[in-house]
């Protein structure tokens, strides 16, 4: 029997120094940091930037899907002499074959539990006569933006929470205390935002993205690629709504006002439209440079209507 440390010798020699495995892991160097390069040189472009990251996301499942298939090969099959004819290859075909197959399994996961938990959370109520405008609101945005049926749900808290709940059921979730604070254009801006990440898949997107990146809890990308790509996301959605309402500043004095309100409590992290703490590691834009968006965003749009 070869000891461990002769095999692990034996594979380093002709598997992972071999040309082709060598050539796996130069392409995939390559591709993400291509992608990356096209990231920060698009700082604006907040549709492309979302998209690149989904794809160095897809990229960093392949590379450690890829590096665990070798690993494996590597220590159980020790001696065999065709490591990189056949070992390469199979890892390869492995690594894409199940990093679908886990994403596929995560997605399903997330499409048919993920709103479940949510919705029990809060316990939402059907809109009263005097909210349902709201419905009515939603259900003409989302036919016209071509998202299907969504319901709007109102939740008891005078935090001023809106969240877009995805999944089976999909649903939009408004507290009271956020139609108490905000006036009707800023109210319609907020929900607005909401149908986008609805539009974008963005509720599933989360859902996955956190289950993934518990999987991959040792891998640094996703500590960086998670959080980015919800930030890109919320720009994204800010952008989309601000445009499909005509009035991104009211979007603006509406993240303004909840901002006043102070950090919404901890258990309602991730639920609410403004996140605290800004950084690389934050899931949230600076509201800063949120606001600013939308003013120039604004500006353009009344600059067109003139
Ligand atoms: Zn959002």
């Not at 604006?44 to 160095?56: F, Q, Y």
């Not at 950090?263 to 309602?268: G, L, M």
């Not at 605290?276 to 606001?291: K, T």
Request: contains cysteine; charged residues 15%; aromatic residues 10%.
């Amino acid at each position: 029997m070869p000891s461990f440390i002769d095999v692990v010798g034996e594979a380093l020699q002709a598997y992972w120094l071999s040309p082709l495995s060598l050539m796996v892991l130069a392409v995939c160097g390559a591709c993400m940091g291509t992608l990356l390069y096209v990231f920060v040189t698009n700082a604006r472009n907040a549709k492309l930037r979302v998209s690149l990251l989904t794809g160095l996301y897809a990229l960093s499942i392949f590379f450690w899907a890829f590096v665990a298939g070798s690993v494996v090969l590597c220590v159980s099959q020790a001696r065999m002499v065709a490591y990189t004819r056949t070992g390469v290859p199979v890892a390869g075909f492995g690594a894409v074959a199940g990093g679908l197959a886990a994403s596929a399994l995560i997605s399903a996961v997330a499409w048919k539990y993920g709103s479940r938990s949510v919705l029990r959370r809060f316990a939402p109520r059907a809109p009263t006569d005097a909210e349902v405008w709201l419905q009515h609101y939603v259900s003409v945005l989302a036919k016209f933006e071509g998202v299907g049926d969504l319901g709007v749900g109102m939740v008891y808290s005078s935090s001023p929470l809106a969240l877009a709940v995805g999944g089976k059921e999909r649903v939009i979730l408004v507290s009271t205390g956020l139609l108490a604070l905000l006036d009707r254009d800023e109210t319609e801006a907020v929900v607005a935002h909401e149908v986008m990440h609805l539009k974008h898949h963005d509720a599933e997107f989360k859902i996955f993205s956190r289950v993934l990146s518990r999987i991959l809890f040792f891998d640094p990308f996703s500590k960086f690629f998670d959080p980015a790509v919800h930030r890109e996301r919320e720009y994204l959605a800010d952008e989309m709504g601000g445009r499909a309402t005509g009035k991104p500043a009211a979007l603006a004095s509406a993240l303004l006002s909840i901002a006043a309100r102070g950090t919404p409590p901890k258990s309602a992290w991730g639920l609410s439209i403004l996140g605290s703490g800004p950084g690389i590691f934050s899931r949230y834009p600076p509201l800063d440079e949120r606001v600013q968006r939308l003013l120039v965003l604004s500006d353009l749009l009344r600059g067109f209507s003139r």
